[in-house]
């Protein structure tokens, strides 16, 4: 019985690839809007995430998917009652969460598309899931530090509201939130795995 019970385990670690490396990171949120009277400011922080790094098949590592999650009760504009009519328009009670998804891929193919559209200002693909539904947004690199000591970046793209399906508020009856909102997103981690530069 013992050896069939080492072989099975033995198994279970030939086919679940192990995870090399977790990183932990955080982000914080920026967001700009325009309203009838004016534009106005929020920020909102992401949930603690982890960048897990693992080793395929052939030796070289891969970035699993990656979450950013960021509760809706958290997003504050500095008036209380716009705060209140914002999270109606995400019903964040049913929806508590809005997050942005980034694939898995190889490590090194990512990084070297990071530092791509940093240096060009291309654009990358990010999955942003809001009330259920998502939707892939363009999204610019504007900032990358990729050393030994840490690894950041920050990133702006433009939410359609209508694109997902959101009511644009309206005050008093004539006072409305325009279509599109701008976002910036700074991330946080321990440095990934050398070699550096990548």
């Known amino acids: 019985m013992l050896p069939l019970l080492l072989q099975t385990l033995v198994l279970i670690i030939?086919?679940?690839?192990?995870?090399?490396?977790?990183?932990?990171?955080?982000?914080?949120?920026?967001?700009?809007?325009?309203?009838?009277?004016?534009?106005?400011?929020?920020?909102?922080?992401?949930?603690p995430f982890v960048l897990a790094v693992t080793e395929a098949s052939?030796?070289?590592?891969?970035?699993?998917?990656v979450t950013l999650s960021v509760p809706v009760a958290g997003m504050r504009t500095g008036i209380e009652r716009r705060d209140r009519t914002m999270r109606d328009m995400f019903e964040a009670g049913p929806f508590p969460q809005i997050t942005g998804r980034l694939a898995?891929?190889?490590l090194a193919?990512?990084?070297?598309?990071?530092?791509?559209?940093?240096?060009s200002g291309s654009e990358f693909t990010l999955w942003l899931r809001i009330r259920g539904l998502e939707q892939p947004v363009a999204t610019k690199v504007t900032r990358?530090?990729?050393?030994?000591q840490g690894f950041g970046l920050d990133l702006e793209f433009s939410v359609s509201?209508?694109?997902f399906r959101l009511e644009p508020p309206t005050v008093l009856g004539f006072i409305r939130v325009a279509d599109l909102v701008r976002v910036k997103v700074g991330v946080q981690t321990a440095p990934l795995p050398a070699p550096w530069p990548p």
Do not use: M, N, Y
Request: proline share 8%; charged share 15%; hydrophobic share 45%.
């Open 58 to 65: 052939g030796g070289e590592p891969d970035l699993a998917a």
């Open 144 to 148: 990358l530090l990729d050393t030994p």
């Open 14 to 47: 030939l086919v679940v690839p192990a995870t090399a490396l977790e990183l932990p990171g955080t982000c914080d949120v920026a967001f700009t809007g325009s309203s009838t009277l004016h534009d106005f400011d929020g920020t909102a922080a992401c949930a």
């Open 161 to 163: 509201l209508a694109a």
């Open 104 to 106: 898995a891929a190889p």
């Open 109 to 119: 193919e990512l990084r070297r598309q990071l530092h791509q559209a940093a240096r």
